[in-house]
Protein backbone atom coordinates (compact mmCIF):
# COMPACT_ATOMS: atom_id res chain seq x y z
CA UNK A 1 0.00 0.00 0.00
CA UNK A 2 0.91 3.59 -0.83
CA UNK A 3 -0.44 6.72 0.48
CA UNK A 4 0.74 10.72 0.53
CA UNK A 5 0.57 12.40 4.08
CA UNK A 6 0.16 16.40 4.01
CA UNK A 7 0.18 19.03 6.49
CA UNK A 8 -2.58 21.11 6.74
CA UNK A 9 -1.37 24.78 5.40
CA UNK A 10 -3.44 24.97 2.62
CA UNK A 11 -6.04 26.43 4.18
CA UNK A 12 -3.77 29.05 5.62
CA UNK A 13 -3.24 30.98 2.13
CA UNK A 14 -4.83 33.28 -0.27
CA UNK A 15 1.12 32.02 -3.95
CA UNK A 16 26.23 35.73 -19.54
CA UNK A 17 27.32 33.66 -21.48
CA UNK A 18 30.31 34.70 -23.90
CA UNK A 19 28.97 34.59 -27.65
CA UNK A 20 30.03 31.17 -29.33
CA UNK A 21 29.74 32.51 -33.09
CA UNK A 22 33.63 32.85 -34.64
CA UNK A 23 34.62 32.37 -38.22
CA UNK A 24 34.20 29.09 -39.70
CA UNK A 25 34.89 29.73 -43.93
CA UNK A 26 36.91 27.44 -46.36
CA UNK A 27 39.20 29.45 -48.80
CA UNK A 28 38.13 28.57 -52.34
CA UNK A 29 40.73 29.77 -54.07
CA UNK A 30 43.93 31.68 -53.71
CA UNK A 31 42.57 34.93 -52.02
CA UNK A 32 38.94 34.54 -51.89
CA UNK A 33 37.28 33.65 -48.42
CA UNK A 34 33.61 32.62 -48.77
CA UNK A 35 31.04 29.57 -48.10
CA UNK A 36 28.84 28.30 -50.74
CA UNK A 37 25.33 27.07 -50.66
CA UNK A 38 23.87 24.35 -52.70
CA UNK A 39 22.47 26.54 -54.83
CA UNK A 40 25.93 28.34 -56.22
CA UNK A 41 25.41 31.75 -53.77
CA UNK A 42 28.65 33.09 -52.72
CA UNK A 43 28.54 34.40 -49.07
CA UNK A 44 31.51 36.27 -48.64
CA UNK A 45 33.11 36.52 -45.18
CA UNK A 46 30.71 35.58 -42.97
CA UNK A 47 31.51 35.05 -39.75
CA UNK A 48 28.66 33.67 -38.42
CA UNK A 49 28.71 29.08 -37.63
CA UNK A 50 26.17 28.54 -40.08
CA UNK A 51 24.80 25.73 -42.44
CA UNK A 52 23.99 27.41 -45.62
CA UNK A 53 21.55 25.24 -48.13
CA UNK A 54 21.25 21.37 -46.63
CA UNK A 55 25.21 21.17 -45.90
CA UNK A 56 27.82 21.15 -42.86
CA UNK A 57 30.65 23.09 -42.16
CA UNK A 58 32.78 20.62 -40.97
CA UNK A 59 36.83 20.41 -39.76
CA UNK A 60 39.37 19.02 -42.37
CA UNK A 61 42.17 18.33 -39.83
CA UNK A 62 45.08 20.30 -39.25
CA UNK A 63 43.48 23.45 -38.36
CA UNK A 64 41.51 23.41 -41.80
CA UNK A 65 37.76 23.44 -42.81
CA UNK A 66 36.21 22.11 -45.64
CA UNK A 67 32.63 22.19 -46.69
CA UNK A 68 30.44 19.47 -47.19
CA UNK A 69 26.82 18.82 -48.36
CA UNK A 70 25.60 15.87 -46.35
CA UNK A 71 21.67 14.85 -45.50
CA UNK A 72 20.63 15.44 -41.67
CA UNK A 73 20.56 12.33 -40.13
CA UNK A 74 18.84 10.95 -37.15
CA UNK A 75 19.88 11.71 -33.85
CA UNK A 76 18.52 9.70 -30.85
CA UNK A 77 15.53 9.16 -28.92
CA UNK A 78 15.04 12.26 -26.54
CA UNK A 79 15.26 11.33 -23.39
CA UNK A 80 13.17 11.76 -20.34
CA UNK A 81 13.95 15.98 -18.83
CA UNK A 82 16.17 16.12 -21.68
CA UNK A 83 18.45 19.17 -21.58
CA UNK A 84 16.63 21.61 -24.16
CA UNK A 85 18.81 24.27 -23.78
CA UNK A 86 16.61 27.13 -23.67
CA UNK A 87 17.89 30.53 -21.78
CA UNK A 88 21.41 30.17 -22.79
CA UNK A 89 20.43 32.32 -25.26
CA UNK A 90 19.93 36.12 -24.99
CA UNK A 91 19.05 39.33 -27.08
CA UNK A 92 23.05 39.97 -26.89
CA UNK A 93 23.51 36.66 -28.60
CA UNK A 94 21.68 38.05 -31.09
CA UNK A 95 22.71 41.44 -31.56
CA UNK A 96 26.52 39.09 -31.97
CA UNK A 97 25.05 37.39 -34.66
CA UNK A 98 24.23 40.09 -36.83
CA UNK A 99 27.12 41.79 -36.54
CA UNK A 100 28.56 39.92 -39.14
CA UNK A 101 25.29 38.84 -41.26
CA UNK A 102 24.13 42.40 -41.89
CA UNK A 103 27.34 42.77 -44.25
CA UNK A 104 26.91 43.82 -47.51
CA UNK A 105 27.60 40.49 -50.10
CA UNK A 106 25.63 41.85 -52.52
CA UNK A 107 23.69 38.46 -52.71
CA UNK A 108 20.22 37.57 -52.82
CA UNK A 109 18.05 36.22 -50.38
CA UNK A 110 19.04 32.60 -49.40
CA UNK A 111 18.29 29.68 -46.65
CA UNK A 112 20.88 28.46 -43.78
CA UNK A 113 20.98 26.04 -40.78
CA UNK A 114 22.02 27.55 -37.58
CA UNK A 115 24.88 25.21 -36.16
CA UNK A 116 23.15 25.92 -32.27
CA UNK A 117 20.47 23.46 -33.77
CA UNK A 118 22.39 20.55 -33.64
CA UNK A 119 21.08 17.46 -35.30
CA UNK A 120 17.34 16.58 -34.86
CA UNK A 121 16.00 13.10 -33.72
CA UNK A 122 15.05 10.75 -36.85
CA UNK A 123 12.32 11.61 -38.65
CA UNK A 124 11.93 14.86 -38.03
CA UNK A 125 9.80 17.44 -39.64
CA UNK A 126 11.59 20.51 -41.65
CA UNK A 127 10.92 24.02 -40.18
CA UNK A 128 11.30 27.12 -42.24
CA UNK A 129 11.84 30.37 -40.19
CA UNK A 130 11.17 33.25 -42.36
CA UNK A 131 11.96 36.36 -40.27
CA UNK A 132 10.22 39.91 -39.54
CA UNK A 133 11.49 43.37 -40.20
CA UNK A 134 14.74 42.99 -39.11
CA UNK A 135 15.52 40.31 -42.59
CA UNK A 136 18.17 38.96 -40.65
CA UNK A 137 16.92 35.67 -39.44
CA UNK A 138 18.31 34.76 -36.34
CA UNK A 139 15.01 35.60 -34.83
CA UNK A 140 14.61 32.28 -33.41
CA UNK A 141 17.96 32.63 -31.47
CA UNK A 142 16.63 31.95 -28.24
CA UNK A 143 15.00 28.87 -29.63
CA UNK A 144 17.48 27.50 -31.73
CA UNK A 145 18.82 24.38 -29.68
CA UNK A 146 15.19 23.10 -28.40
CA UNK A 147 13.66 23.50 -32.31
CA UNK A 148 17.12 21.77 -33.31
CA UNK A 149 16.17 19.04 -31.48
CA UNK A 150 12.93 17.92 -33.47
CA UNK A 151 12.97 19.68 -36.15
CA UNK A 152 14.92 20.41 -39.05
CA UNK A 153 15.55 24.23 -38.86
CA UNK A 154 15.99 26.43 -41.89
CA UNK A 155 16.04 30.12 -41.32
CA UNK A 156 15.66 32.63 -44.41
CA UNK A 157 18.54 35.70 -44.61
CA UNK A 158 17.14 38.25 -46.53
CA UNK A 159 20.46 41.04 -46.71
CA UNK A 160 19.92 44.26 -45.28
CA UNK A 161 20.05 46.01 -48.84
CA UNK A 162 18.34 43.54 -50.91
CA UNK A 163 15.24 44.93 -52.74
CA UNK A 164 13.18 41.52 -53.63
CA UNK A 165 9.97 42.20 -53.48
CA UNK A 166 7.18 40.40 -51.88
CA UNK A 167 5.97 38.95 -54.78
CA UNK A 168 9.93 37.57 -55.02
CA UNK A 169 10.29 36.31 -51.79
CA UNK A 170 6.87 34.00 -51.78
CA UNK A 171 8.04 32.68 -54.86
CA UNK A 172 11.50 31.65 -53.12
CA UNK A 173 10.33 29.92 -50.32
CA UNK A 174 7.39 28.53 -52.32
CA UNK A 175 10.01 26.70 -54.51
CA UNK A 176 11.44 25.15 -50.89
CA UNK A 177 8.35 23.86 -49.48
CA UNK A 178 7.52 22.23 -53.15
CA UNK A 179 11.28 20.63 -53.09
CA UNK A 180 10.67 19.39 -50.10
CA UNK A 181 7.48 17.92 -50.07
CA UNK A 182 8.22 16.45 -53.56
CA UNK A 183 10.60 14.35 -51.35
CA UNK A 184 8.71 13.57 -48.24
CA UNK A 185 5.03 13.21 -48.88
CA UNK A 186 3.91 12.33 -45.74
CA UNK A 187 5.64 14.41 -43.65
CA UNK A 188 4.34 17.68 -42.59
CA UNK A 189 6.34 21.19 -43.16
CA UNK A 190 6.66 23.53 -40.36
CA UNK A 191 6.49 27.65 -41.33
CA UNK A 192 7.20 29.92 -38.67
CA UNK A 193 6.38 33.29 -39.65
CA UNK A 194 7.11 36.28 -37.70
CA UNK A 195 5.44 39.81 -38.11
CA UNK A 196 6.41 40.11 -41.98
CA UNK A 197 7.25 36.57 -42.15
CA UNK A 198 3.31 36.16 -41.38
CA UNK A 199 2.44 37.12 -44.27
CA UNK A 200 4.87 35.63 -46.28
CA UNK A 201 3.99 31.73 -44.72
CA UNK A 202 0.03 32.68 -45.64
CA UNK A 203 0.69 33.49 -49.10
CA UNK A 204 2.25 30.58 -49.68
CA UNK A 205 -0.25 28.59 -47.80
CA UNK A 206 -2.79 30.29 -50.03
CA UNK A 207 -1.02 29.15 -53.17
CA UNK A 208 -0.23 25.45 -52.16
CA UNK A 209 -3.72 24.27 -50.38
CA UNK A 210 -2.52 20.92 -50.94
CA UNK A 211 0.36 20.24 -49.16
CA UNK A 212 0.63 19.62 -45.46
CA UNK A 213 1.64 22.99 -44.01
CA UNK A 214 1.07 23.63 -40.76
CA UNK A 215 1.83 27.37 -39.66
CA UNK A 216 2.80 29.01 -36.81
CA UNK A 217 2.11 32.70 -37.27
CA UNK A 218 4.00 35.14 -34.64
CA UNK A 219 2.02 39.23 -34.62
CA UNK A 220 1.59 39.06 -38.52
CA UNK A 221 1.63 41.98 -40.41
CA UNK A 222 -1.40 41.18 -41.89
CA UNK A 223 -3.24 43.87 -39.45
CA UNK A 224 -1.46 46.52 -40.75
CA UNK A 225 -4.79 48.59 -41.87
CA UNK A 226 -5.69 49.34 -38.39
CA UNK A 227 -1.80 49.50 -37.08
CA UNK A 228 -0.15 52.51 -36.03
CA UNK A 229 1.78 52.34 -39.36
CA UNK A 230 -0.62 53.31 -41.13
CA UNK A 231 -1.14 56.90 -41.05
CA UNK A 232 2.71 57.61 -42.06
CA UNK A 233 2.72 55.44 -44.78
CA UNK A 234 1.52 58.33 -47.05
CA UNK A 235 3.45 60.72 -45.44
CA UNK A 236 7.02 58.54 -45.76
CA UNK A 237 5.91 58.06 -49.44
CA UNK A 238 5.66 61.81 -49.85
CA UNK A 239 8.53 63.13 -48.13
CA UNK A 240 12.06 63.64 -49.43
CA UNK A 241 14.64 61.01 -48.31
CA UNK A 242 16.15 63.74 -46.32
CA UNK A 243 13.16 64.66 -44.60
CA UNK A 244 12.81 60.74 -43.20
CA UNK A 245 15.57 60.81 -40.90
CA UNK A 246 13.13 62.65 -37.87
CA UNK A 247 10.47 59.90 -38.34
CA UNK A 248 12.99 57.25 -38.09
CA UNK A 249 13.33 57.02 -33.75
CA UNK A 250 9.71 56.81 -33.79
CA UNK A 251 9.65 53.86 -36.18
CA UNK A 252 12.17 51.76 -34.57
CA UNK A 253 10.68 52.63 -31.03
CA UNK A 254 7.25 50.35 -32.20
CA UNK A 255 9.24 47.66 -33.28
CA UNK A 256 11.01 47.18 -29.73
CA UNK A 257 9.05 45.02 -27.40
CA UNK A 258 9.18 44.89 -23.87
CA UNK A 259 12.52 44.97 -22.37
CA UNK A 260 11.71 43.90 -19.24
CA UNK A 261 10.09 40.23 -20.56
CA UNK A 262 13.49 40.43 -22.21
CA UNK A 263 15.80 40.59 -19.62
CA UNK A 264 13.78 38.24 -17.54
CA UNK A 265 15.10 35.32 -20.18
CA UNK A 266 17.24 32.53 -18.67
CA UNK A 267 16.12 34.20 -15.14
CA UNK A 268 14.86 31.15 -12.95
CA UNK A 269 12.10 31.65 -10.98
CA UNK A 270 12.78 30.03 -7.70
CA UNK A 271 16.06 32.28 -7.38
CA UNK A 272 15.89 34.80 -4.46
CA UNK A 273 14.40 38.29 -5.26
CA UNK A 274 17.75 39.91 -4.26
CA UNK A 275 19.19 37.43 -6.90
CA UNK A 276 16.35 37.99 -9.68
CA UNK A 277 16.97 41.71 -9.66
CA UNK A 278 20.51 41.43 -9.75
CA UNK A 279 20.42 38.94 -13.33
CA UNK A 280 17.73 41.50 -14.75
CA UNK A 281 19.73 44.41 -13.98
CA UNK A 282 22.75 42.30 -15.30
CA UNK A 283 20.30 41.54 -18.82
CA UNK A 284 18.93 45.02 -19.05
CA UNK A 285 22.67 46.44 -19.25
CA UNK A 286 23.41 44.15 -21.39
CA UNK A 287 20.60 45.19 -23.97
CA UNK A 288 22.14 48.36 -24.75
CA UNK A 289 23.92 47.31 -27.59
CA UNK A 290 20.48 45.49 -28.82
CA UNK A 291 18.62 49.31 -29.08
CA UNK A 292 22.18 50.68 -30.56
CA UNK A 293 22.37 48.54 -33.31
CA UNK A 294 18.76 48.26 -34.76
CA UNK A 295 20.08 51.38 -36.54
CA UNK A 296 22.53 49.11 -38.25
CA UNK A 297 20.15 46.45 -38.63
CA UNK A 298 17.65 48.63 -39.85
CA UNK A 299 19.03 51.70 -41.81
CA UNK A 300 16.99 54.88 -42.87
CA UNK A 301 16.30 53.18 -46.85
CA UNK A 302 15.74 49.71 -45.55
CA UNK A 303 13.17 50.61 -42.80
CA UNK A 304 11.26 52.55 -45.68
CA UNK A 305 11.37 49.67 -48.28
CA UNK A 306 10.74 47.41 -45.36
CA UNK A 307 7.38 49.13 -43.88
CA UNK A 308 6.42 49.42 -48.14
CA UNK A 309 6.64 45.34 -48.18
CA UNK A 310 4.68 45.19 -45.40
CA UNK A 311 1.86 47.55 -47.17
CA UNK A 312 2.21 45.27 -50.54
CA UNK A 313 2.52 41.96 -48.45
CA UNK A 314 -0.79 42.60 -46.48
CA UNK A 315 -2.35 43.93 -49.32
CA UNK A 316 -1.37 40.54 -50.78
CA UNK A 317 -1.89 38.55 -48.14
CA UNK A 318 -5.77 39.57 -47.16
CA UNK A 319 -7.14 39.16 -50.60
CA UNK A 320 -6.21 35.12 -50.59
CA UNK A 321 -7.20 34.27 -46.78
CA UNK A 322 -10.27 32.30 -48.30
CA UNK A 323 -7.92 30.17 -49.84
CA UNK A 324 -5.79 29.07 -46.49
CA UNK A 325 -6.48 25.29 -45.85
CA UNK A 326 -3.41 24.83 -43.55
CA UNK A 327 -3.19 24.41 -40.39
CA UNK A 328 -2.43 27.55 -38.24
CA UNK A 329 -1.55 28.36 -34.86
CA UNK A 330 -1.27 32.29 -34.21
CA UNK A 331 1.04 33.81 -31.28
CA UNK A 332 -0.12 37.00 -30.30
CA UNK A 333 1.33 39.73 -27.89
CA UNK A 334 -1.40 41.94 -25.87
CA UNK A 335 1.55 44.66 -25.49
CA UNK A 336 2.36 44.97 -29.09
CA UNK A 337 2.86 48.75 -29.84
CA UNK A 338 3.42 48.07 -34.12
CA UNK A 339 0.45 46.02 -34.93
CA UNK A 340 -3.22 44.95 -32.80
CA UNK A 341 -1.94 41.67 -32.69
CA UNK A 342 -4.34 40.30 -30.04
CA UNK A 343 -7.36 41.89 -32.17
CA UNK A 344 -5.61 40.12 -35.20
CA UNK A 345 -5.33 36.81 -33.72
CA UNK A 346 -9.22 36.45 -33.14
CA UNK A 347 -10.16 37.90 -36.46
CA UNK A 348 -7.54 35.44 -38.05
CA UNK A 349 -9.62 32.35 -35.83
CA UNK A 350 -12.88 33.54 -37.77
CA UNK A 351 -11.41 33.78 -41.24
CA UNK A 352 -9.26 30.67 -41.59
CA UNK A 353 -10.85 26.77 -40.78
CA UNK A 354 -8.05 25.43 -39.11
CA UNK A 355 -6.68 28.19 -36.74
CA UNK A 356 -5.76 28.59 -33.54
CA UNK A 357 -4.56 31.30 -31.35
CA UNK A 358 -2.55 31.97 -27.99
CA UNK A 359 -2.29 35.50 -26.65
CA UNK A 360 0.50 36.23 -23.86
CA UNK A 361 -0.78 39.31 -22.30
CA UNK A 362 2.79 40.74 -21.14
CA UNK A 363 4.46 40.78 -24.17
CA UNK A 364 5.46 43.08 -26.81
CA UNK A 365 6.17 43.37 -30.69
CA UNK A 366 9.41 40.83 -30.37
CA UNK A 367 7.45 37.75 -28.83
CA UNK A 368 10.31 35.01 -29.94
CA UNK A 369 13.06 37.09 -28.32
CA UNK A 370 10.89 37.68 -24.76
CA UNK A 371 10.60 35.34 -21.78
CA UNK A 372 7.36 33.18 -21.18
CA UNK A 373 7.33 31.67 -24.81
CA UNK A 374 9.58 29.23 -25.41
CA UNK A 375 8.28 27.98 -28.69
CA UNK A 376 8.81 24.08 -28.29
CA UNK A 377 6.52 24.19 -25.10
CA UNK A 378 4.01 25.91 -26.96
CA UNK A 379 3.61 23.54 -29.99
CA UNK A 380 3.50 20.74 -27.70
CA UNK A 381 1.09 22.08 -25.27
CA UNK A 382 -1.42 22.75 -28.18
CA UNK A 383 -0.56 19.63 -29.91
CA UNK A 384 1.07 20.80 -33.50
CA UNK A 385 4.04 18.41 -33.35
CA UNK A 386 3.76 16.02 -35.49
CA UNK A 387 5.87 13.74 -37.94
CA UNK A 388 3.16 12.48 -40.16
CA UNK A 389 -0.25 13.39 -41.92
CA UNK A 390 -1.81 12.68 -38.37
CA UNK A 391 -1.13 13.66 -34.97
CA UNK A 392 -0.48 10.85 -32.38
CA UNK A 393 -0.40 11.22 -29.02
CA UNK A 394 2.24 7.83 -28.54
CA UNK A 395 4.45 7.97 -31.27
CA UNK A 396 4.67 12.08 -31.51
CA UNK A 397 5.06 12.64 -28.20
CA UNK A 398 8.37 14.59 -27.06
CA UNK A 399 9.03 13.74 -23.22
CA UNK A 400 9.57 17.04 -21.14
CA UNK A 401 12.67 18.76 -20.90
CA UNK A 402 14.37 19.68 -18.05
CA UNK A 403 13.49 23.72 -18.24
CA UNK A 404 9.83 22.41 -18.46
CA UNK A 405 9.77 20.53 -15.69
CA UNK A 406 11.12 22.97 -13.68
CA UNK A 407 9.01 25.82 -15.01
CA UNK A 408 5.84 23.36 -14.41
CA UNK A 409 6.80 22.42 -10.88
CA UNK A 410 8.79 25.63 -9.80
CA UNK A 411 6.22 28.73 -11.29
CA UNK A 412 2.72 27.19 -12.14
CA UNK A 413 2.56 24.29 -9.60
CA UNK A 414 5.18 25.21 -6.95
CA UNK A 415 2.56 27.15 -4.23
CA UNK A 416 0.18 24.32 -4.42
CA UNK A 417 2.59 22.09 -4.28
CA UNK A 418 3.99 23.62 -1.07
CA UNK A 419 0.44 24.53 0.74
CA UNK A 420 -0.57 20.59 0.00
CA UNK A 421 2.76 19.27 1.86
CA UNK A 422 2.05 15.60 -0.08
CA UNK A 423 3.90 12.73 1.26
CA UNK A 424 3.93 9.22 -0.45
CA UNK A 425 3.78 5.87 1.21
CA UNK A 426 4.36 2.53 -1.05
CA UNK A 427 3.62 -1.10 0.25
CA UNK A 428 6.98 -3.32 -0.68
CA UNK A 429 6.15 -7.02 -1.38
CA UNK A 430 6.69 -8.03 1.80
CA UNK A 431 4.18 -5.75 3.23
CA UNK A 432 6.14 -3.34 5.02
CA UNK A 433 4.99 0.60 4.20
CA UNK A 434 7.97 2.56 3.43
CA UNK A 435 8.01 6.18 2.59
CA UNK A 436 8.29 7.29 -0.96
CA UNK A 437 8.01 5.13 -4.71
CA UNK A 438 9.83 2.01 -3.83
CA UNK A 439 6.85 -0.13 -4.06
CA UNK A 440 5.78 0.89 -7.33
CA UNK A 441 7.63 -1.16 -10.28
CA UNK A 442 10.29 0.82 -12.49
CA UNK A 443 9.40 -1.64 -15.52
CA UNK A 444 6.07 -0.79 -17.35
CA UNK A 445 3.39 -1.21 -18.73
CA UNK A 446 2.31 -0.22 -15.06
CA UNK A 447 -1.32 1.20 -14.85
CA UNK A 448 -2.85 3.54 -11.83
CA UNK A 449 -6.32 3.35 -11.43
CA UNK A 450 -7.58 5.73 -8.74
CA UNK A 451 -10.12 8.71 -7.98
CA UNK A 452 -10.23 12.26 -8.54
CA UNK A 453 -9.58 14.59 -5.89
CA UNK A 454 -11.26 18.06 -6.11
CA UNK A 455 -10.90 19.40 -9.49
CA UNK A 456 -7.38 16.74 -9.74
CA UNK A 457 -5.48 19.64 -8.13
CA UNK A 458 -3.10 17.48 -6.58
CA UNK A 459 -2.46 15.61 -9.62
CA UNK A 460 0.66 17.69 -9.63
CA UNK A 461 1.79 16.53 -6.42
CA UNK A 462 1.95 12.68 -7.63
CA UNK A 463 3.59 13.19 -11.33
CA UNK A 464 6.34 15.48 -9.66
CA UNK A 465 6.73 12.90 -7.19
CA UNK A 466 6.92 10.07 -9.67
CA UNK A 467 9.66 12.43 -11.67
CA UNK A 468 11.64 13.45 -8.94
CA UNK A 469 12.05 9.81 -7.15
CA UNK A 470 11.41 7.60 -10.29
CA UNK A 471 12.48 9.48 -13.23
CA UNK A 472 9.22 7.92 -14.55
CA UNK A 473 6.59 9.80 -16.65
CA UNK A 474 3.25 9.37 -15.70
CA UNK A 475 0.89 9.81 -18.55
CA UNK A 476 -2.58 10.37 -17.50
CA UNK A 477 -5.39 9.93 -19.79
CA UNK A 478 -8.18 13.22 -19.56
CA UNK A 479 -11.52 13.99 -21.17
CA UNK A 480 -11.57 14.54 -25.10
CA UNK A 481 -12.60 17.95 -24.72
CA UNK A 482 -9.38 18.70 -23.72
CA UNK A 483 -8.01 17.96 -27.27
CA UNK A 484 -10.66 18.31 -29.69
CA UNK A 485 -13.86 20.01 -28.26
CA UNK A 486 -14.72 23.26 -28.00
CA UNK A 487 -12.82 24.17 -24.67
CA UNK A 488 -9.56 23.03 -26.50
CA UNK A 489 -10.25 25.35 -29.77
CA UNK A 490 -11.48 28.09 -27.60
CA UNK A 491 -9.24 28.79 -24.90
CA UNK A 492 -7.38 31.90 -25.98
CA UNK A 493 -4.47 31.78 -23.41
CA UNK A 494 -1.38 29.01 -22.74
CA UNK A 495 -2.79 27.96 -19.91
CA UNK A 496 -3.05 24.65 -17.04
CA UNK A 497 -4.21 22.11 -19.59
CA UNK A 498 -1.83 22.90 -22.23
CA UNK A 499 0.76 22.22 -19.73
CA UNK A 500 -1.09 19.20 -19.17
CA UNK A 501 -0.61 17.76 -22.80
CA UNK A 502 3.40 18.82 -22.48
CA UNK A 503 3.72 16.74 -19.00
CA UNK A 504 2.08 13.93 -21.16
CA UNK A 505 -2.14 14.17 -20.79
CA UNK A 506 -3.42 12.06 -23.39
CA UNK A 507 -7.43 11.38 -24.62
CA UNK A 508 -9.20 8.75 -23.09
CA UNK A 509 -9.78 5.73 -24.89
CA UNK A 510 -9.33 2.16 -25.41
CA UNK A 511 -6.89 2.98 -28.50
CA UNK A 512 -4.82 5.82 -26.72
CA UNK A 513 -4.83 3.47 -23.42
CA UNK A 514 -3.42 0.54 -25.23
CA UNK A 515 -0.79 2.18 -27.65
CA UNK A 516 0.49 3.87 -24.37
CA UNK A 517 0.89 0.44 -22.34
CA UNK A 518 2.25 -1.18 -25.70
CA UNK A 519 4.93 1.32 -25.27
CA UNK A 520 6.06 0.44 -21.28
CA UNK A 521 4.20 3.50 -20.02
CA UNK A 522 3.18 4.09 -16.90
CA UNK A 523 -0.73 5.24 -17.36
CA UNK A 524 -3.15 7.03 -14.80
CA UNK A 525 -6.82 6.37 -15.09
CA UNK A 526 -9.62 8.35 -13.35
CA UNK A 527 -12.76 6.60 -14.49
CA UNK A 528 -15.05 8.69 -12.04
CA UNK A 529 -14.93 11.12 -15.08
CA UNK A 530 -15.77 14.82 -14.66
CA UNK A 531 -18.91 14.72 -12.16
CA UNK A 532 -16.51 12.94 -9.60
CA UNK A 533 -14.08 15.65 -9.94
CA UNK A 534 -16.60 18.02 -9.26
CA UNK A 535 -18.18 16.05 -5.71
CA UNK A 536 -21.21 15.65 -7.07
CA UNK A 537 -23.12 12.91 -5.21
CA UNK A 538 -23.83 10.27 -7.57
CA UNK A 539 -22.60 7.28 -5.83
CA UNK A 540 -22.44 6.95 -2.11
CA UNK A 541 -19.89 4.10 -2.77
CA UNK A 542 -17.60 3.51 -5.22
CA UNK A 543 -15.62 0.12 -5.19
CA UNK A 544 -12.43 -0.04 -7.59
CA UNK A 545 -11.30 -3.77 -8.83
CA UNK A 546 -8.23 -4.88 -10.28
CA UNK A 547 -7.91 -5.99 -14.25
CA UNK A 548 -9.07 -10.09 -14.33
CA UNK A 549 -5.64 -11.45 -15.31
CA UNK A 550 -7.13 -11.79 -18.72
CA UNK A 551 -7.41 -8.52 -19.36
CA UNK A 552 -3.98 -8.13 -18.01
CA UNK A 553 -2.91 -10.01 -21.20
CA UNK A 554 -4.61 -8.44 -23.31
CA UNK A 555 -3.90 -5.25 -22.93
CA UNK A 556 -0.32 -6.55 -22.14
CA UNK A 557 0.30 -4.70 -18.38
CA UNK A 558 1.58 -6.29 -15.88
CA UNK A 559 0.79 -4.31 -13.25
CA UNK A 560 -2.60 -2.98 -12.27
CA UNK A 561 -2.81 -0.23 -9.14
CA UNK A 562 -5.21 0.87 -7.23
CA UNK A 563 -3.80 4.93 -6.68
CA UNK A 564 -6.57 6.32 -4.05
CA UNK A 565 -6.53 9.73 -2.55
CA UNK A 566 -8.60 9.29 0.40
CA UNK A 567 -9.00 12.84 1.76
CA UNK A 568 -8.36 16.10 -0.63
CA UNK A 569 -7.81 19.59 -0.55
CA UNK A 570 -12.18 19.94 0.01
CA UNK A 571 -12.12 18.76 3.33
CA UNK A 572 -8.89 20.30 4.48
CA UNK A 573 -10.22 23.01 6.49
CA UNK A 574 -12.51 20.61 9.20
CA UNK A 575 -9.53 17.90 8.80
CA UNK A 576 -6.89 19.77 9.62
CA UNK A 577 -8.21 20.91 12.98
CA UNK A 578 -8.46 17.01 13.95
CA UNK A 579 -5.68 15.61 12.02
CA UNK A 580 -2.79 16.60 11.22
CA UNK A 581 -3.15 15.39 7.34
CA UNK A 582 -4.64 16.80 4.33
CA UNK A 583 -4.05 14.55 1.41
CA UNK A 584 -3.84 10.56 1.82
CA UNK A 585 -2.63 8.51 -1.29
CA UNK A 586 -3.28 5.30 -1.77
CA UNK A 587 -1.54 2.55 -4.07
CA UNK A 588 -2.09 -0.72 -3.35
CA UNK A 589 -2.62 -3.93 -5.41
CA UNK A 590 -5.90 -4.90 -3.99
CA UNK A 591 -9.57 -3.96 -4.02
CA UNK A 592 -10.24 -0.61 -1.99
CA UNK A 593 -13.67 0.45 -0.98
CA UNK A 594 -13.80 3.95 -1.62
CA UNK A 595 -16.39 6.69 0.01
CA UNK A 596 -16.87 9.56 -2.38
CA UNK A 597 -18.07 13.01 -0.59
Same mark, same amino acid.
Given at each position: ????????????????????????????????????????? =??????????? #??????????????????? /??????????????????????????????????????????? $????????????????? #?????????????????????????????????????????????????????????????????????????????????????? $???????????? +??????????????????????????????????????? #??????????????????????????????????????? /????????????????????????????????????????????????????? /????????????????????????????????????????????????????????????????????????????????????????????????????????????????????????????????? =??????????????????????????????? =????????????????????????????????? +?????? $??????????????????????????????????????
Amino acid at each position: MACVVTCPVWHCFGINKKPRFRVRAERLDGNDLSVVSTDGV =SVKETTVPVVV #GRGYLVDGGNGSLKSRIEK /KMGGEELELLWDDGYGTNTVKDYVDATKDMIKPDGGPPRWFCP $VECGRPIKDSPLLLFLP #GLDGVGMGLILHHKPLGKVFEVQCLHIPVHDRTPFEGLVTLVEETVRLEHASRLNCPIYLVGDSLGGCLALAVAARNPSIDLVMIL $VNPATSLGRSRL +QPFLPILEAFPDGLHVRTIPFLLSLVIGEPLKMAEVGVE #GRLLPKQKFERISSNLTALLPFYSGLADILPTETLIWKL /KLIKSASAYTNSRLHAVKAEVLVLASDKDHLFPSGEEALRLKKLLPNCMIRIF /KDNGHTLLMEDSMNLLTVIKGTCKYRRSKSHDFTKDFLPPSMSEYRYTFNNVFGFLNFASCSSLFSTMENGKIVKGLAGVPDEGPVLLVGNHMLMGMDLSSLCEAFLREKKILVRGVAHPELFWGNFHT =SSNVFNFFDLMKVMGAMPVSPKSLLKALSTN =SHVLLYPGGAREALHRKVRLRFRLYPMEPSLNL +QSGCKH $VFDCVSTVDIENSRILAKIFAIINVFVIAGRSIQIILA
